[in-house]
């Protein structure tokens, strides 16, 4: 069968087709070419001639960190320079066949908004001083923890690794392995129990020691994880991230067990990067911190409640369109000023958080509940007959949603998902109506300085242009995914 010709165009051909095909679209072709440029010339002669762009210039560091201290300005460049990586990473990877090297880039990419918070903000680690003296409150001093309010330290190690345990648990084979998977839940539980006899709650005006409600919650995250353990036994790869989990499991309980100063110098936890308390992050640096991190936080979210809506059990289902169609009711502004009075009602009172997370906490909490219906449109468009075709095969229903169903609901949805994530990142500018100085705050600042009044178009055309160069490159980054995976014409 022979292919049919290929039409080749050149540049008059092209012209000839696309503008100047009748006398209609030669008289429209005209008229637009002159309204363009006879913007474009008032335009480019106010740029090149008329603009102060002095402003942007000897403000360049105000709009790029604020008030980022100056000292510590050498962990952004250690941030962009692990962009760079990343990017030359992924291009490296991307550029070869399905290898390593692709699973790499990704769980570097997933990895990295973590590392980024934590280069940006600071790190502090107890010494063997401080988690000798600080695991002894709770077998000797359990009042201590409950004078510094860290009381909730202890059950929080607690639930971690019990669902851990339990999730090995399920997931061994030999019963030495099981056994052994105890012995971390053990140990912890331990530690609880003197701070847990201590310790009343009061439920329905009586007073209940804590240990009770510890363990029944530490009983059941281990019975959930024993249970999805089971359930992926024959999954490959599992086991080895469950050991890679133990791994990072036993200091990171002894971090959240022992990080905190008990008011001896000599016992206070060390700074490895000094903090950087987050009211002073600012300008484009807190725009893309809010930006990556509601993207990143939301999207899981997002998806959890889109399955949770199509979810048979009544109260999973009836809990998620109840958080959807509410959050989604209420504009996010509103989010916004309830994040920042009403979350610290929620949390307990030595749970100080800053204005900065509670923005964040909005933003991610408003992307979630958008995603969700996004991602319940994709679900919809895939076909009942291959959920099937994969139970049939004897696959749990975790890898039939997992490997069947997602995937197709994901690639289905990619241009509303990218469009969500865009108008999250444009709307980052809100926050500087509840205090923070993002790069809109911070232009606003600027054109009230004596030397540059009068120089808001210059200011805001430099903002317009950030934001738009962003949000282009996003998009651009989506339609090169979409032509990869063959969805759609562009």
Known sequence: METPPTLMLGPIGWLRRNLFSTWGNSLLTVVCLAAIAAVGRVTLTWVFKEANWQVVTRNLRVLTWGRYPASEVWRLGLVLAMIVALGVLSWIAWGRPPSRWRRWALTAWIASPFLIVLVLYGLVLPTPATIANNLGYYIYRPDVLVSLGQTWRGPMALATVALLAGFAWGLAVRRVWRFLSLVPLVVVGGLNIAQGITLKLGIAGVGIPSLGVVALVGAI??????????????????????????????????????????????????????????????????????????????????????????????????????????????????????????????????????????????????????????????????????????????????????????????????????????????????????????????????????????????VYLFAAVFYFIVSFSMSDASRRLERRLGVGLA
């Open 221 to 458: 995250l281990w019975a959930l994880g024993r249970a999805a353990g089971r359930r992926n036994r024959n999954l490959a790869g599992l086991r080895a991230a469950l050991m890679a989990a133990w791994v990072l499991i036993v200091p990171g309980a002894l971090v959240l067990l022992t990080s905190f100063e008990v008011g001896v110098e000599r016992l206070a936890p060390a700074e490895i990067l000094p903090l950087v308390d987050l009211n002073l992050w600012s300008g484009v640096l807190l725009t893309l911190v809010l930006a990556v991190v509601s993207i990143v936080a939301s999207f899981p979210i997002g998806v959890l409640l889109a399955l949770g809506r199509r979810s048979s059990l009544p109260v999973v289902r009836g809990f998620s369109i109840l958080a959807i169609e509410v959050v989604r009711g209420v504009p996010l502004i509103a989010i916004l000023f309830m994040a920042q009075s009403m979350l610290p009602l929620f949390l307990p009172l030595q749970w100080d958080f800053d204005r900065v997370l509670r923005a964040m906490a909005g933003m991610v909490l408003f992307t979630a509940a958008y995603l969700a219906e996004v991602v319940r449109g994709g679900l919809q468009a895939v076909r009942h007959e291959q959920e099937e075709a994969a139970r049939a095969l004897g696959l749990s229903e975790l890898l039939v949603t997992g490997l069947v169903v997602l995937p197709q609901a994901l690639r289905a949805v990619i241009p509303a998902i990218m469009g969500q994530f865009v108008s999250i990142f444009k709307d980052t500018s809100l926050v500087s109506i509840v205090g923070l100085l993002d790069l809109l705050a911070i232009c606003q600042s600027i054109t009230k300085q004596r030397e540059f009044l009068g120089t808001v178009r210059e």
